[in-house]
C-alpha cells in the first residue's frame, strides 16, 4: 500500500506525538494513583508460592496490655516476654518500640538485662519532628544492641513498600526490617547505586528511589507470621519454643496502642510490627518484586505505538481491528505477566500508550480513507460533467461536418459550393479541435494541474471575434447584435477561455431571445476593472432561477420550453473561467424582459488566481 510520503511524515509525527503525550500522561499523580490501584489488584490476583516463615511476633496485644498495667509499663511486658524467649535462642531480635524516653529506673534496668540474654538485638529509631535528627533509644539499651534501624514506612495509605535507608543530613539508618536480617545473618551492607548486598542476599532497591522496597506479604490461604503474645508466654512457657532459631519481632500489636496501623494491598489492615516482618520475610526469601528499570517500561511503549502505527498502515477493516483488540489486551495483561515475574511494569503508561496511538491511528487512517473516497468522488463527478461537456458542446460542429461531408460525398456540387461546404468543414473542424483544447484546459484547471496562460488583449479583440463567430447564429434569428464603445484597457490572461467564456454568454442571449430582437454588447472601465456586459431581449429569469444558472445542469423551466436549452454546463464553465482570471459574473434579469450578463475582469493586473484551486 504506498501512500504519500507527507501523509506518512504527518502519521508518523502523530503517533510519536501521541506516544510522548501517554507517557507524559504516566506521570501525574492520577497515573500514579491508576498505577497503584493495578499493583493492589494485581497482588491479589496472583497468588506467591508458599514459603516457610522464618520470623515470629512477640506480640503486646491488648490482653497482654490488660493484664501487665498497660501503656505505662510497656518496657516491663516487654522485658517479661524476652526474658522468656532468651532461653529459646531465637536467632535475632527487632524491637519495634522507640526506648527513648527516661523510663521508670526498675522497669529500664529489667528491660537493659533481658537485652543482654537475648542475641543480636536491634533497636528501634524515629526521625524527630522537623526530620532533621534521630529519636533514639537511651544509651543503655543501644550498648546492648548490635544495630539500631529506623521505623518509616512510606507515607501512603496502603503499605505497599518500605524505605530501606532514611537519613537526616549527617546520619543515615538502615530500615529495622534490613537490620534485623543484617544480625541474624551476621553480615555487612554492601551498596551500588541499584542495590543492596547483604551476605549473599541482593536487594534491588534503588539509592535514587529512597531504597524502598515492595514488600511481599503472606498471601491469603497461607499460614500467617506465627503469633505469640506475651500474655499467652506466661499462660504457657513452653510456647517459647517456638522461637528457636527464629528473628524475632517484639512490639505492640493492641489496636488501642499502636499508632502505626495501615493497609496492605490484600486489604488487610496490619500494624508496623507485621509490617517490618513482611519486609524481614521479602528479604529473607529473596522474593522480591523488582520495578521495570526505565528502558523496559519505554521499550514495551515504544512496542505498542509501533504495533499500533504497523496495524492501520497496512490493514483495514476488521482485520485491522482484530489487531487492534489483540494489542489492547497485550497491552493490559503485560503489566500482570510482568508482575508474575516479580516486575513492576507500570500500568497507566503502558495502557494509556497503546490505547491513545490505536486511537489516533486508526482515527487518522479512517479519515484518510474517507478523504481518498472524497477524492475519487469529486473525480467520478468531473469525469461525468466532462462527459456532459462534450456531448453538449461538440455535438454541433460534428453534425455540420458530418451533414457537409455527406453533401459532398453523394452529390456532384458544383465548384464553388463544394468549396464553401469544404470551408465550412474545415471552419468547425477547427472549431471542434479548439473546443476539445479548451476543454481540456478547464479540466486541467479544475484539477490545479495548469496554470492560466498570461497573454495581453483588448477587450474591443476578444469581443470581435466573439461577435464574428455567432454572427450566423444570430442572423438565422435575424436577431441584431450591436458592439458599443468598449474600453481599450488591456487585459491579461488565457485568450482562447476568455473568448469562450464571452462566446457562451454571446449563444445564450441569442438562444434565449425571440427573433428580431437586439442582442447589445457594451463596456465600461471601472477603477482597475474591465466591464464587459451582453444584454438581451429575451426570455428573462426570476431572481431564484438567476441564484441558481451557474450550478452545473440547471436548467430554467423557461428556457427548457423555449426548446433552446442545452444541458445547463456552459454557464458554470463561463465562471471558473472568469474567477481563475481574478473577476466575477453579474446578472440583472427579469421574466419576459431579457437579461444582462456582466463580466468584470482586473484590467492590466497579473491574474490573481492563476494556478490555484
Ligand atoms: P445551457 O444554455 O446549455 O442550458 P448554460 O449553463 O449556458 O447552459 O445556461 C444555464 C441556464 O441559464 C440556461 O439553461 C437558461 O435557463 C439560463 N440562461 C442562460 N443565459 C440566459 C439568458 N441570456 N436568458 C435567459 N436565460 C438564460
Redo the contacts with the bound molecule.
Sequence with gaps: MRRPSRHNAVYIGLLAGSFLAALVAGWTSLAVEIDNAAYDVMYRLYRPPHWQTQSILLAIDEGTLKESGGVSALRRTLAEGLERVASARPRAVAIDMILSDPGDPADNARLEKALAAVPNVVLSCDLLPGGEAWDDPLPRFRQRAAAVGHVHANPDVVSRAVPLEKATARDRRWALALEAYRAARKAEVLESPRDLLVGDRLIPAARSDARAMLVRYVPPGMAPIPHVSVKELKQQPALAARFTGKTVFAGVTAQTAARDRMMTPYQRSAVGLEIHASAFETIAQGMFLRPAPEWLALSVCLLLAAGAGLTFFFLAGWPAYLVAGCILGAAHLAPYWAFTRNVVLPYSPTVSTAWLCLVVAGGYQYLAVRRRLGRSEAERVRYQQAMHFVT?EMRTPLTAIQGSSELMGRYNLPEDKRKQIAALINSESKRLARMIEIFLSVERLGAGQMELKQERFTAPELVASCVERMRTLADRKQIRVVVEALPEASLTGDRELMEYAVY??L???V???PAQTTVTVSGKRESDRVCLS?K?E????DQA?VKK??Q?F???????QSG???????????EQIVSEHGGTVEVA?SPGR??C?TVALPAQAPVAAAGQN
Excluded at 566 to 572: N, Q
Design positions: 453538449h457562451n454568454l449563444t445564450n442571449a438562444k434565449y431571445s451582453v438581451d429575451g426570455i428573462g429569469m432561477e444558472i451557474f452545473k440547471y436548467r430554467t423551466r423557461r428556457a427548457e433552446e436549452a442545452g444541458t445547463g454546463i456552459g454557464l458554470s464553465i463561463v434579469s431579457g437579461s450578463f
